[in-house]
């Protein structure tokens, strides 16, 4: 069998800039006719190193059962599959290891069949995504990889942070420069955060619509950084393997800080954490329930009930529905019109 379809992309670091970096700081429900929820996936790790003169820090990760959750409960065609892994993993590495509590928003809405690829992760790794057209597919770029560029289109990438040491979610929009996701999420993070990183993502699909492999890195330089560590840091990207081939050699993330390091090497200390896909569970899509059906109004919400016996609501990141019989649907309803009569 050929090589499987590769979707790397990186944004290169700009050399000899000095920019301090972001601090870090330490549902009866059907899917499918089985009961899903969220859970560690095996072999899956973020790594957060440093170097061993402390001038460079790095976020490096395997996230090939994290993805492959994802593209499962989407039933996603390749490219998109590769679209939504890649915004899957690039929201993972900005949203793990920062504040506690605190939770990263990423959406790329272009004008490519995709439609609007989205991904929230929390500061401990718990990270789930959804794609408007899991369908959508295309042939080949010329050079063999898929082409997620194409799929995406051009717009917007927005960028929100929120959590409890926050008196405001923080929100950021750019312009998609290339729709490839490393490339504008590095961009993101120059323009809106002020932070100099290299990053790349990958991920390679089997030809049976499988997820081979899927992981990316993001690489800050710190304050510090000498010109020496700039020069042996850019010349090592430009050496260094995609991330789909290094996971598919067997490397991890801490082969992969080395491997990012050079001949500078690593600090011990590094920090681990295993990401995991969700949450998805009945209790979270019940929560919203007052709200999908206050959005509906009540002449609807009967409708419904008189057509099909139930009312679902969904979670488009999970792709999971709960099926709510009448007795409970009306009872909402009398709540949700008693507090509109006590606001008046």
Same mark, same amino acid.
């Given at each position: 069998?050929?090589?499987?379809?590769?979707?790397?992309?990186?944004?290169?670091?700009?050399?000899?800039?000095?920019?301090?970096?972001?601090?870090?700081?330490?549902?009866?429900?059907?899917?499918?006719?089985?009961?899903?929820?969220?859970?560690?996936?095996?072999?899956?790790?973020?790594?957060?190193?440093?170097?061993?003169?402390?001038?460079?820090?790095?976020?490096?990760?395997?996230?090939?059962?994290?993805?492959?959750?994802?593209?499962?409960?989407?039933?996603?065609? &390749?490219? =998109? /599959?590769?679209?939504?892994?890649?915004?899957?993993? #690039? @929201? *993972?590495?900005?949203?793990?290891?920062?504040? +506690?509590?605190?939770?990263?928003?990423?959406?790329?809405?272009?004008?490519?069949?995709?439609?609007?690829?989205?991904?929230?992760?929390?500061?401990?790794?718990?990270?789930?995504?959804?794609?408007?057209?899991?369908?959508?597919?295309?042939?080949?770029?010329?050079?063999?990889?898929?082409?997620?560029?194409?799929?995406?289109?051009?717009?917007?990438?927005?960028?929100?942070?929120?959590?409890?040491?926050?008196?405001?979610?923080?929100?950021?929009?750019?312009?998609?420069?290339?729709?490839?996701?490393?490339?504008?999420?590095?961009?993101?993070?120059?323009?809106?955060?002020?932070?100099?990183?290299?990053?790349?993502?990958?991920?390679?699909?089997?030809?049976?619509?499988?997820?081979?492999?899927?992981?990316?890195?993001?690489?800050?330089?710190? &304050?510090? =950084? /000498?010109?020496?560590?700039?020069?042996?840091?850019? #010349? @090592? *990207?430009?050496?260094?393997?995609?991330?789909? +081939?290094?996971?598919?050699?067997?490397?991890?993330?801490?082969?992969?800080?080395?491997?990012?390091?050079?001949?500078?090497?690593?600090?011990?200390?590094?920090?681990?954490?295993?990401?995991?896909?969700?949450?998805?569970?009945?209790?979270?899509?019940?929560?919203?329930?007052?709200?999908?059906?206050?959005?509906?109004?009540?002449?609807?919400?009967?409708?419904?009930?008189?057509?099909?016996?139930?009312?679902?609501?969904?979670?488009?990141?999970?792709?999971?529905?709960?099926?709510?019989?009448?007795?409970?649907?009306?009872?909402?309803?009398?709540?949700?019109?008693?507090?509109?009569?006590?606001?008046?």
């Amino acid at each position: 069998m050929g090589r499987a379809p590769r979707t790397d992309a990186m944004r290169p670091m700009a050399p000899g800039a000095r920019i301090p970096p972001a601090p870090f700081s330490t549902l009866h429900h059907m899917r499918g006719g089985r009961r899903c929820v969220a859970r560690a996936a095996g072999g899956d790790e973020v790594l957060r190193s440093l170097s061993a003169n402390r001038e460079l820090s790095v976020l490096t990760s395997v996230g090939t059962a994290v993805v492959s959750e994802a593209t499962g409960r989407h039933v996603t065609a &390749p490219t =998109a /599959s590769a679209a939504l892994g890649r915004v899957i993993m #690039g @929201t *993972l590495l900005l949203g793990c290891f920062r504040k +506690d509590g605190e939770v990263t928003q990423i959406s790329f809405t272009g004008d490519g069949p995709s439609g609007v690829v989205q991904a929230i992760a929390n500061d401990s790794g718990l990270v789930r995504g959804r794609i408007g057209c899991p369908s959508a597919n295309l042939p080949l770029r010329g050079d063999g990889k898929l082409d997620v560029g194409g799929l995406i289109g051009q717009g917007v990438v927005t960028v929100v942070r929120s959590g409890p040491l926050r008196p405001q979610p923080y929100s950021g929009i750019v312009p998609i420069a290339t729709g490839e996701v490393a490339e504008d999420l590095a961009t993101y993070l120059a323009k809106s955060e002020q932070v100099n990183t290299a990053l790349a993502l990958g991920v390679a699909v089997n030809r049976d619509g499988s997820i081979r492999s899927a992981g990316g890195f993001v690489v800050q330089v710190l &304050p510090n =950084a /000498s010109d020496e560590t700039l020069d042996t840091l850019e #010349g @090592t *990207l430009a050496r260094i393997p995609t991330v789909t +081939d290094m996971i598919h050699d067997g490397l991890g993330p801490a082969d992969m800080a080395e491997a990012l390091f050079g001949g500078i090497g690593v600090a011990p200390g590094a920090v681990a954490l295993t990401p995991r896909y969700g949450p998805c569970n009945p209790d979270r899509i019940l929560r919203d329930l007052p709200q999908v059906l206050a959005a509906m109004g009540e002449e609807e919400v009967r409708k419904v009930l008189d057509e099909q016996g139930c009312i679902e609501a969904r979670d488009e990141f999970c792709n999971e529905c709960v099926q709510v019989g009448p007795e409970e649907v009306l009872s909402q309803l009398e709540k949700i019109s008693q507090g509109g009569q006590e606001e008046s």
